[in-house]
């Protein structure tokens, strides 16, 4: 059986810190992106590999980086489209470690599929490729499950997502 291949995301949450550490405590995503691509001198042929779906791998994974450090209580997801340290963010360093530790407890919470042996019991859930394949699993779910809302309960939710999203 080959070797599994770590979720990159991992490798960009201290940076995610980091960066908002130097742009003093929060930042737009783009800066907090283009100020980790300059400090670590990211090559451009990196800075353009694109995921599947054609948007910036690079990017991608450092939103994917900041989801996880969200939940976890080190950035304010309170306002749209800026990233913000919290007092905790302000003081924690993550080794990569830290990091694994943190993405697989966060696993476990939003797991929309319990691996089970024959006990029933998790398995251990190891930090790679397995993390956008639950993603994807979820994504699949959510979509059967908006075919099933009838007409009038599609425009509700839609209209719930809207007004939350801050639209009049």
């Not at 489209?81 to 993550?94: A, P, R, V």
Request: glycine content about 6%; proline content about 4%.
């Amino acid at each position: 059986m080959g070797e599994k291949k770590q979720s990159e995301f991992l490798r960009w949450m201290p940076p995610v810190l980091d960066a908002l550490r130097a742009l003093d405590g929060s930042g737009k995503p783009k800066e907090v992106s283009q100020w980790i691509a300059k400090k670590l001198e990211l090559s451009d042929e990196f800075l353009e590999s694109a995921t599947k779906s054609g948007a910036p791998r690079f990017h991608n994974q450092v939103q994917w980086a900041r989801q996880y450090l969200v939940w976890e209580g080190l950035i304010d997801a309170s306002t749209r489209g800026t990233w913000s340290l919290t007092k905790t963010g302000k003081e924690t360093n993550l080794s990569e470690k830290n990091a694994k530790d943190l993405v697989r407890k966060w696993v476990k919470i939003h797991s929309v599929e319990r691996i089970s042996d024959s006990n029933g019991s998790l398995e251990h859930l190891e930090i790679t490729e397995e993390v956008p394949t639950i993603i994807d699993n979820a994504r699949a779910s959510l979509l059967n499950r908006l075919k099933c809302v009838s007409p009038e309960g599609f425009e509700r939710l839609i209209k719930y997502v809207v007004r939350e999203m801050g639209f009049e």
